[in-house]
């Protein structure tokens, strides 16, 4: 019996041996045809940026906001291209709601101008890294703003402008980082008493009345 246990612990050294010598064969493999795809990658791409990278750079650098397409494709990239600076990133303008909540971690400038809106969805709380937000031009008042909204304290820059506004949401002191409020072209009763009161809580912010 002792025999036969000698032989069954060579055995089982053996195969794990030869699993060992056949995992290493592999990974060898994988390096070789990781170097020939360098070597070919910068055969095509001199500047060692990538297709990828090119791709984003044309969609972060053209000077309209991204259509639908171009945002969610940017957003494809974002996620899997880790060498974009932080400031490529809050270059991406995003027009589509529902996009940037897919890709809320990438989004820093959000353009919902011109939608109709008349109420946001709360799920616009979850865009936590949002500095610019356009909400201009819309049919939003008071009532039109959730509860989740003033959880984008990281907010920078606020359009109102032209909405229904007749009076400032007390919770706009909530973005304690707010450098420009735009509130222009709404219902205001005494629109300057009311950015002057805001200016008292915040001296340094820029109120456009």
Excluded at 32 to 41: E, F
Excluded at 112 to 120: D, N, T
Excluded at 184 to 208: H, M, T, W, Y
Aim: charged share 35%.
């Amino acid at each position: 019996r002792e025999q036969g246990g000698l032989e069954m612990v060579q055995v089982k050294q053996s195969a794990i041996q030869t699993a060992g010598e056949e995992e290493r064969e592999e990974d060898e493999e994988e390096r070789v045809l990781s170097t020939a795809n360098v070597s070919d990658r910068e055969r095509s791409d001199p500047a060692g940026e990538g297709l990828l990278i090119q791709e984003m750079r044309r969609i972060l650098h053209c000077h309209e906001a991204p259509s639908e397409e171009e945002a969610g494709a940017a957003g494809d990239l974002l996620c899997g291209v880790g060498g974009l600076d932080e400031k490529e990133r809050r270059e991406v303008v995003w027009k589509d709601l529902k996009e940037a909540l897919g890709r809320r971690s990438h989004v820093y400038q959000l353009d919902l101008s011109r939608q109709g809106l008349k109420k946001l969805p709360a799920e616009i709380g979850r865009l936590n890294k949002v500095e610019v937000c356009d909400l201009s031009q819309n049919d939003l008042d008071h009532d039109g703003l959730p509860e989740e909204f003033f959880d984008l304290y990281r907010l920078r820059i606020l359009d109102l402008s032209f909405n229904r506004f007749k009076r400032l949401p007390a919770c706009l002191c909530s973005f304690l980082d707010l450098a420009v409020l735009d509130i222009r072209g709404n219902e205001l009763q005494d629109p300057r008493a009311q950015a002057s009161s805001f200016k008292q809580i915040f001296p340094d912010c820029q109120v456009l009345y």
